[in-house]
């Protein structure tokens, strides 16, 4: 009923950021080449994604707010072998719980979409209608039937800085796929697709160019890549740090350590360098959290992990000596 699944909701929809999420991921997975996100006072009125991936049939369309319905996971095993991000299919069921959801999509080899109306889990319209392929999808009002819940949403700033938090960690995933950025429609973001180290400069400035070295160092347990900001680009206040495994966003504290200590007596106190690495890993060495809105996983071998990403940066920054 709709008070169990504004309770389930609340695991993975906590703020806007949390749709953002989960809309931007969809598309990706969708095999999206171009996704647009639109906010308007940061998400609380309106999320909208729009991506010219593979989109839905009419039955999928409806199936796709069910939960559970189209889990990925069939087997324990499954959640060892996880490829795409989304892996648990109830993202979308759980957003349409607790907010005033429509969305439109349409599959490429077919003439018409489907539109489907959905409000505090209650479908209000489902239609055939004419639209271009791929998904759109508005989420509005979220919380709008959760009055504890939206009373609970911090300021509009901060709001919109989980909102830019999230946007930026799927869009350094997929330099292979455009992304765009409005808010309260101003275009503050235009990423064309391209490869990493473009993407880096396009979205965090041209500053960035001269100043990051190109990292990588492979075993047959993990891999590493990606860039490192030369000592002198390191900043007084907090940089720009993130750490994808298998193409996932997550925060590894032991692993922070590691490039510190790669930089260790080339830094002033206090000063934090940039870095944007990807870990390649056989998801049966890690152990994902799979609650959706953790970012914390294991490896099995963590100081293998621990010593390669050391060694990968020192060797970037041209300190060959280990
Ligand atoms: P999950 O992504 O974990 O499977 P979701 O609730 O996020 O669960 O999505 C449910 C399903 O709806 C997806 O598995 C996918 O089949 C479909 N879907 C969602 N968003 C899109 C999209 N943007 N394009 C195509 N299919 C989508
Ligand atoms: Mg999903």
Redesign the pocket.
Known sequence: DSIANQIAAGEVVQRPASVVK??L???V??G?KSVQLVVRDAGRTLVQ?I?D????TET?ARM?FERHA???IRSSDDLFRIKTM????????SIAAVAQVEMR?RRAAEELGTLVRIEGSEIKAQEQISCLP??N?LVKNLFFNVPARRNFLKSNSVEMRHILDEFQRVALAHPEVAFSLFQDDREVFNLPSGKLSRRIVDMFGKGYRDQMAYCEEQTPYVTVRGYIGKPESAKKTRNEQYFFVNNRFIKHNYLHHAVLGAYEGTLPDNYHPFYVLFIDIDPSHIDINIHPTKTEIKFDDERSVYAIMMAAVRKAMGVYNL
């Open positions: 989960e809309l991921e969809n598309s997975d969708a999206a994604v991506d991936g593979a989109g839905m999928d796709s189209t889990s990925k989304g892996f648990r299919g109830e993202a979308l069921a999509t791929g998904t999808l």
